[in-house]
C-alpha cells in the first residue's frame, strides 16, 4: 500500500547476524538490512548486530546516536552494543492477522551525519494458538425420516496462527449413524459438514451426544472441542432444499445500512404447515439482517474492506415440521478509494546549515494508504520551487534532501509542503507542511561602508580626541556578524604609530593619541581591518589616510641683519650724502608655518639719527 513517484536513492545493504535464531541467507540484499525471528520472543532479545551489519565500529556509537525510527516501539538498539534488541511483545497474529508474510518495516536513525537505513525484521508464527470453537455446544434437529447421505453444515473452529500451525482437520467421536467430511472453501480454510450414515429412530434413541475436535498441523498440534448435541424429530417427508449450496456476491464497501446482499431461496415439496419455510442464520455477527420470510439479505452497519475483506454465513431453511436445510452465503467485499493518503514527517532536522551540499539528507516522510492495488498507490510531490527534493527510499518510505544552494542571507526559512495524491477514480490526496529552519554559517566578511576614507586633522589637536570614524556590517548572524576592528598597517614608524593614533574595536572610531604638528607630519596613511568573530574569521581592509592642517602657532624670526649684545640689530654705517633711498641693509626674516599663516610684512619701528 502507498507508493511514490521519483528518484530512488541507493540504501545500505549488509547481511545480518541471526543469533539464536533461523538465518535468512539474502544474496544482493538491495536497499534492506533483513532479519528473521520468531514471535514472541522475550523482551531484551537480541535480534542481530545492527551497528555491525551497518558497518559501525564500536567507536563510533557514542557519537553515531544509532536508534530506531518506528510509528511502534517493537524494537531498541543497544547504545553499547549496537544490538537491535526486542523491546514489546510480537504478537505476530495481532500484527498482520492472517497475512501469509509478516514483516515489520523501519528505519534506523545514525546521526553525524545524519543518515537513515532501512531494516526488515520477518516475524515467524509459533504454534502459540489454540483451534477454538465459538460455543462449547451446539444444538441439531434431524428428523428421523431424513435419508442417509443428507448432510448438515457444522460450527467451524478459527485458530489465528497460519501455515501449518493454523486449522488442518476436524475429528469426530465414533457413532455408527454418523460420519464426518470435511470441505475446503475458494480461500483454502476447512470446515466440516456432518453426513447422516443411517436412518434414525426416534423412539429408539431420541438424543445423540457427539464430540467435534479441530486440530492443527503444530508440532505437537493443539486442539479444541465442542460438544454436538443432536435431537431426533418425528418424521417429515421433505425437507427444505436450497436452490443453490453456496450463494455468491461481491459488494462495494461503504454501501448504506439497509443494502440489499442477496436472496435466498429455498422451496420444501410437503403441504400445509410442513412447507412453511423460515430462513435464519445459523451463525453470523450484527453486520447482515436476514429477512426470515423472503430470504433477502440486508446490510445492517457500514462495511470496510479495511477491516474484513469477505464474509462468510451459513443460512438455514426450517419448514414447519421441524426439518432443517442449510447453504452458505459468501460475501466479497470490494474496495473503494475512501482513504486519503497519510504523509507524516520522521527524524527531521530542526535546523539546516546554509553551506549543506545537494543531497544532504533533512527528513525521513512515511506515505500511507490504507487502500489496495491501484487506491492504494501514491504519487508525491513537492509544491513550490524550493531548493529540496524527495527521493524513494523503500515501501512507503521516502527522503526529503536537499536539491540546490542555500543561502540563509536572502531566505532564512522555506515552509515546506508535501502533497499525496492516490490513483484511485475519483484520486484522493493529502498534504502536510513544515518549516525548515536555515542556520547560520559565516559566509561574509564584513564590509566597509566606504571604499576609503580622507579626513583633514588641524594640528595641535588635543590628546585623546576622536579624529575619524570606520563602519563595517556583516550580514551573518550572532558571532559570526559581530565585527571589531584593528590597525593592521601604516606608512608611520611601527614604533612611532601606538603612540599617534589608536581604534575602538567596538565602534571603529579613530582616536589621536598625541597632538599632531604641521611642521614635523602633514599627512600619513593607515590601515585599518574589520574582522568577525566567526570560526574560522573573516575580515576585510581599508585604508584611511589623515591629513594635518597647519594652525598659526609659529612667529617670525630675523635670520639678518645679526643681533648685537643688546639684542639690537646691526645695521651698516650710513654716509653723511647718502640719498633718500639709499640701502642701509637688507632684513631677512623666516616664519615656521605655511600659507597665509607664513606671510611676512616689514615695518619701521623705530628710526633714529645717527
Known sequence: MGSCAGERGRAERRPGLFLF???????????????????????????????????????????????????KPYFTVSA????????????????CGKNPTCALEFEAVAENPLNFYH??????????????????????????????????ILEVAEDADIGLNSLQK??????????????????????????????????????????????????????????????????????????????????????????????????????????????????????????SKSGEITTQKK??????????????????????????VEVNIQDENDNSPEVTFHSLLEMILENAVPGTLIALIKIYDRDSEENG????????????????????????????????????????????????KPPLSSSISVILHISDVNDNAPVFHQASYLVSVAENNPPGASIAQVSASDPDLGLNGQVFYSIVASDLEPLALASYVSVSAQSGVVFAQRAFDYELLRAFELTLQARDHGSPA????????????????????????????????????VPRAAEPGYMVTKVVAVDADSGH??????????????
Open 21 to 71: 535464531l533461523l538465518p535468512l541467507f539474502c544474496p544482493a540484499l538491495g536497499e534492506q538490512i533483513r532479519y528473521r525471528i520468531p514471535e514472541e520472543m522475550p523482551t531484551g532479545s537480541v535480534v542481530g548486530n545492527l551497528a555491525k551489519d551497518l558497518g559501525f565500529s564500536v567507536q563510533e556509537l557514542p557519537t553515531r546516536k544509532l536508534r530506531v525510527s518506528s510509528e
Open 80 to 95: 553499547e552494543s549496537g544490538d537491535l534488541l526486542v523491546s514489546s511483545r510480537l504478537d505476530r497474529e495481532e500484527i
Open 119 to 152: 531494516v526488515h525484521v520477518e516475524i515467524e508464527d509459533i504454534n502459540d494458538h489454540t483451534p477454538k470453537f465459538t460455543q462449547n455446544s451446539f444444538e441439531l434437529q434431524i428428523s428421523e425420516s431424513a435419508q442417509p447421505g443428507t448432510r448438515f
Open 170 to 291: 476436524y475429528k469426530l467421536s465414533l457413532n455408527p449413524s454418523f460420519s464426518l467430511i470435511i470441505k475446503e472453501k475458494q480461500d483454502g480454510s476447512k470446515y466440516p459438514e456432518l453426513a447422516l450414515e443411517k436412518t434414525l429412530d426416534r423412539e429408539q434413541q431420541s438424543y445423540h451426544r457427539l464430540v467435534l475436535t479441530a486440530l492443527d498441523g503444530g508440532d505437537p498440534p493443539l486442539s479444541g472441542t465442542t460438544e454436538l448435541r443432536i435431537q431426533v424429530t418425528d418424521a417429515n417427508d421433505n425437507p427444505p432444499v436450497f436452490n443453490q449450496d453456496v450463494y455468491r456476491v461481491s459488494l462495494p464497501e461503504n454501501v448504506p445500512p439497509g443494502t440489499t446482499v442477496l436472496q435466498v431461496s429455498a422451496t420444501d415439496q410437503d403441504e400445509g404447515v410442513n412447507s412453511e419455510i423460515t430462513y435464519s442464520f445459523y451463525r453470523t455477527g450484527q453486520i447482515f439482517g436476514l429477512n
Open 303 to 328: 462495511l470496510d474492506f479495511e477491516e474484513i475483506k469477505e464474509y462468510s454465513m451459513v443460512v438455514e431453511a426450517r419448514d414447519g415440521g421441524g426439518l432443517v436445510a442449510q447453504c452458505t
Open 377 to 424: 498507490e501514491v504519487n508525491c510531490r513537492l509544491e513550490g520551487e524550493i531548493p529540496f527534493k524527495i527521493i524513494s527510499s523503500s515501501k512507503n518510505s521516502y527522503k526529503l534532501v536537499t536539491d540546490g544552494t542555500l543561502d540563509r542571507e536572502q531566505t532564512p526559512e522555506y515552509n515546506v509542503t508535501i502533497t499525496a495524491i492516490d490513483r484511485g
Open 538 to 573: 573573516l575580515s576585510t581592509n581599508v585604508s584611511l589616510r589623515v591629513l594635518v592642517s597647519d594652525r598659526n602657532d609659529n612667529a617670525p624670526w630675523v635670520l639678518y641683519p645679526a643681533l648685537g649684545p643688546d639684542g639690537s640689530a646691526l645695521f651698516d654705517m
Open 597 to 610: 599663516n607664513a606671510w611676512l610684512s616689514y615695518h619701521v619701528l623705530q628710526a633714529s639719527e645717527p
